[in-house]
């Protein structure tokens, strides 16, 4: 009970305590909305278990293989994997890891779309997952025209007169090679690595969503966790 009380009293004076730098005040916000227990929690409600809830993580597992298998191709070039075989294993790792993630992300899509996985103050996190899907796309596109190929040639110039079509071809040029190797491995990655990173922090800031039907015990828990907050 001591111990209880000692760790409230730090807990408010930390609340209250003024701040005269930018540096102490976003220290208070971010220990406030994300404190450690759940940044890292040691536990989760039993509704966890299901198997809807593991294909969030398969989706981040695929995109780590992703952007591990991407580095080794974009250092060797966009032509490596023609002419060496590990190449070539590598380049199919790429692309089987980009399956899987699609994969992953729309099956778990589609079970938060289900789940109406933006109650309780979630519309956020359904919205950051929705988007991380979209520039997930527009990265895959661009690595379709990377292949130095036939077929990414065809693809190439059949986008270009739809790009052009809608006015921005000038700046989004997929017949250029180097503008696309920029994008498709400098821009598009930043932006679904930060997008899923800010998803998954989101996803500890508000708790896992639990199923509409959950268990009377579990849902009383989180609904209680939810109005705490």
Not at 73 to 92: R, Y
Not at 173 to 199: R, S, Y
Not at 205 to 222: F, K, R, T, Y
Request: no cysteine; glycine share 8%.
């Amino acid at each position: 009970m001591k111990s209880e009380v000692t760790e409230h009293r730090v807990e408010t004076e930390a609340d209250i305590e003024p701040f005269s730098t930018w540096t102490g005040r976003a220290r208070r916000w971010m220990l406030k909305k994300l404190p450690p227990d759940k940044l890292l929690p040691e536990s989760q409600p039993s509704y966890v278990a299901s198997w809807i809830y593991v294909f969030g993580m398969g989706a981040i597992a695929s995109l780590a293989v992703v952007i591990a298998s991407g580095l080794v191709l974009s250092l060797n070039g966009p032509s490596w994997w023609h002419v060496s075989g590990l190449g070539h294993f590598v380049n199919s790792t790429h692309l089987w890891s980009v399956e899987f993630f699609f994969l992953f992300m729309v099956v778990h899509l589609w079970g938060k779309f289900w789940m109406a996985a933006w109650r309780g103050g979630r519309v956020l996190t359904w919205i950051t997952g929705v988007l991380s899907f979209a520039v997930g796309i527009a990265a895959a596109f661009t690595g379709y025209l990377l292949q130095t190929n036939f077929e990414s040639q065809w693809i190439s110039f059949e986008a270009k007169d739809a790009l052009n079509a809608a006015g921005i071809g000038a700046w989004f040029n997929v017949a250029n090679l180097g503008q696309m190797f920029t994008w498709h491995i400098v821009l598009l990655p930043l932006g679904v690595g930060a997008i899923v990173a800010f998803h998954v922090i989101l996803v500890r800031m508000h708790g896992v969503v639990p199923p509409i039907d959950a268990a009377e015990s579990d849902a009383q828990l989180a609904h209680a966790k939810e109005a705490s907050e």
